[in-house]
């Protein structure tokens, strides 16, 4: 299934944003101003970005929040994205901006960052849920990693995370494991 290019963005920022706190090596990397600015820039964000402490906060707290959706079922995930629409008085319109063209927006331009992730995310879900494709919202198959990801492949094999290269680290273990059966 081919999704609108901001369901996919939507989503895989999601994703990168919870993944700020579920690397490998133990770094949260979504803990100062810069690097919500890092994000909101990487992502695409428009609107109010204030670049302070309080603004880190509530985008850390967010996190938290995204990242339940990670794990829940189908149908919980539904109830869980209208009430964060319904508690944003969100509103579905159409806006061309920058590169991008017609795609949709559903927060007041001055909401704040935290809201605006939340709300845009929550889109990104319905697409989703709508769909009958929630199963694309994944968590890796990594030995001892717990970093989510969205499955847009095709063919929905996606199994392992980008963060902390676990395909890569799947693909060694395999390859080790029949040099030494060979050996």
Request: with cysteine; proline share 1%.
């Amino acid at each position: 299934m081919v999704f609108a290019r901001d369901t996919e963005m939507n989503l895989l920022a999601a994703a990168e944003l919870v993944n700020t706190a579920r690397r490998r090596d133990g770094h949260d990397a979504m803990t100062t101003v810069e690097d919500v600015h890092d994000y909101f820039t990487r992502w695409g964000y428009t609107g109010r970005h204030d670049r302070d402490e309080a603004e880190v906060a509530a985008v850390r707290a967010t996190r938290d929040r995204v990242a339940h959706l990670w794990t829940v079922d189908r149908d919980t995930a539904a109830e869980l994205v209208n009430a964060m629409l319904l508690e944003a008085d969100a509103v579905p319109f159409l806006v061309r901006h920058d590169a991008l063209d017609w795609h949709l927006h559903a927060t007041a331009p001055g909401a704040a960052l935290a809201t605006v992730i939340v709300v845009e995310t929550a889109m990104g879900v319905v697409d989703l849920v709508r769909s009958d494709e929630y199963a694309r919202m994944k968590v890796c198959e990594g030995e001892g990693c717990s970093a989510v990801l969205v499955d847009l492949s095709r063919n929905r094999s996606r199994r392992f995370c980008e963060v902390n290269s676990c395909g890569n680290r799947a693909h060694v273990a395999a390859y080790r494991a029949r040099r030494a059966t060979s050996a």
